[in-house]
């Protein structure tokens, strides 16, 4: 008797948006605690934490993405207002950004060029397919940002979405060993790498370190963003251009 | 309230983008355009209403969490990521790592040969 019961609620569970985005909300929330736990440990980035327990229990359940998606699609939603939202910080770090703007203008386009160039060469080199290449190609600028470029030049824009994410991991992973390593020790120049390579999880791990980063690092994401749109396109055609496959 | 406002206006700058790109043509995101409106706007008005600022926040604080629904994407792709897994995990990492060391440094650097003297007095005047 309680078999039909419990089934009719998992059908209506399973296609409302209400379970998909109580889950992400609930894997995050546990993610974030378990990060806190490991005095904020890079390794435990939270975003690791609650994609792999998201896929775990979707895959446990028999749900396909598409169905989880029906609820996720809200959070991913407000990736584009929070793009916008990018202008506040920009803003308030006007005067900095003023004083910089030399520095920063040139580092924001010896790293926007890099970072889609590196990823075109270095999977071409490795024999990735043209899509592939495409989809990585934009990787280091914030989701909807790279979504949209990855669709005009060719890549699959949602599977762009899974390689800014992993993009974003592996830079706030690293990002303050590496630094260490190459001795750079200036605020600005860690948070302006940092949301140049690693977007919005970059940024949210350069918060962790200190305000001054995570400004940068804001302020460096939404100007990558904007350069990351105008540059990709063109540049895509130069290296078609020279080094026709 | 003004949360609510802060919200409303950054969606308003968001459709803005999004409309104007697709009747200009133009080759960038919606987004992007409605980021570069709103920093217009507020550049012009020289200040950032409380409002739009309480909502950037709260918007920019979980900036991670929105970035999981797109990440368990993963598993729609298992099949064309376990294809292609050496291109795509070997230019993801050394790119990602060559573009943070190379920004890092080229910052540092020109940083030190561009503005040190005026980095330096603004660093004196605050501490």
Known sequence: ?245 | MQFLNGITLLLVYQLVGEVTVRLAGVPIPGPVLGMVMLFITLWIRGQAPESVEQASSALLAHLSLLFVPAGVGMMAHFDRIADEWIPITFALLLSTVITMVVTALVMQLTTRWLVKPVAATEEQGHE
């Not at chain 1, 990787?139 to 974003?168: D, F, N």
């Not at chain 1, 140049?196 to 995570?214: D, K, L």
């Not at chain 1, 540059?231 to 251009?241: C, K, N, R």
Request: contains cysteine; glycine residues 10%.
């Open chain 1, 1 to 245: 008797m309680n078999e039909p019961g419990l089934r009719d609620i998992w059908v209506y569970l399973s296609t409302s948006p209400l379970l998909g985005l109580t889950i992400t909300l609930v894997a995050y929330g546990l993610a974030y605690r378990f990060y806190l736990r490991t005095d904020s440990n890079p390794l435990a980035n939270p975003v690791v934490t609650s994609v792999a327990m998201l896929i775990g229990l979707l895959m446990l359940t028999g749900t396909s993405y598409s169905d989880y998606f029906e609820g996720g699609q809200f959070v991913h939603f407000l990736l584009g207002p929070a793009t916008v939202a990018l202008a506040v910080p920009l803003y308030q770090q006007f005067s900095r950004l003023r004083q910089l703007w030399l520095p920063v203008t040139i580092s924001l386009f010896c790293g926007v060029v890099i970072a889609a160039g590196s990823s075109i060469g270095l999977a071409r080199l490795l024999g990735g397919s043209p899509e592939i290449q495409m989809s990585l190609a934009p990787k280091s600028a914030t989701a909807p940002v790279a979504m949209g470029i990855s669709e005009k030049i060719g890549g699959l824009p949602s599977l762009t979405a899974v390689l800014v994410v992993a993009t974003g991991i592996t830079g706030a992973v690293l990002g303050t060993k590496l630094f260490e390593w190459i001795r750079v020790r200036d605020d600005a120049a860690k948070g302006i790498a940092m949301g140049v390579a690693a977007h919005g999880i970059g940024t949210a791990r350069a918060f962790q370190v200190s305000s001054q980063m995570g400004a940068f690092s804001g302020l460096a994401m939404a100007l990558s963003a904007f350069a990351t749109a105008l540059l990709v396109p063109w540049l895509v055609d130069l290296i078609e251009y020279l080094l026709p496959v």
